[in-house]
């Protein structure tokens, strides 16, 4: 009985410990152009705890591409965060040049990240 009664313990336990668990959504994808004309799309995913996963439709986000020096091309992604997220994680990612940025915010807040495309 003892035994059992610790099975079902460990098994309430973990569903409790579980409620806990991040939720992430990923933002509808970006596309832009680089300057040497590729037509590349930015990604970005927001993580939250779970109680406040009905308040991801609320985040933003737009890209904005400038010219390095370097010849290829920056991409400054704003990820707004509504003020009723208390933290998040957010990655913004261009899957065809393997080039990612991660970062946390809080919420009413505006998450930067900055990614650099080589030059086709």
């Given at each position: 009985m003892a035994v059992l009664m610790s099975a079902a313990m460990a098994?309430?336990?973990?569903?409790?410990?579980?409620?806990?668990?991040?939720?992430?959504?990923?933002?509808?994808?970006?596309?832009?152009?680089?300057?040497?004309?590729?037509?590349?799309?930015?990604?970005?995913?927001?993580?939250?705890?779970?109680?406040?996963?009905?308040?991801?439709?609320?985040?933003?986000s737009d890209a904005v591409v400038t010219a390095n020096v370097a010849g290829g091309t920056d991409i400054a992604v704003s990820v707004y965060i509504p003020a009723s997220i208390s933290t998040t994680i957010v990655v913004a990612q261009v899957k065809r040049y393997h080039v990612s940025a991660t970062a946390s915010g809080s919420g009413g807040s505006t998450v930067l990240l900055y990614l650099t495309v080589p030059v086709d």
């Open positions: 098994v309430g336990g973990a569903g409790a410990a579980s409620a806990n668990i991040a939720w992430c959504t990923a933002d509808p994808p970006v596309h832009v152009d680089t300057v040497s004309g590729a037509n590349v799309t930015v990604s970005t995913s927001v993580t939250v705890p779970k109680a406040e996963a009905g308040y991801l439709k609320d985040v933003t």
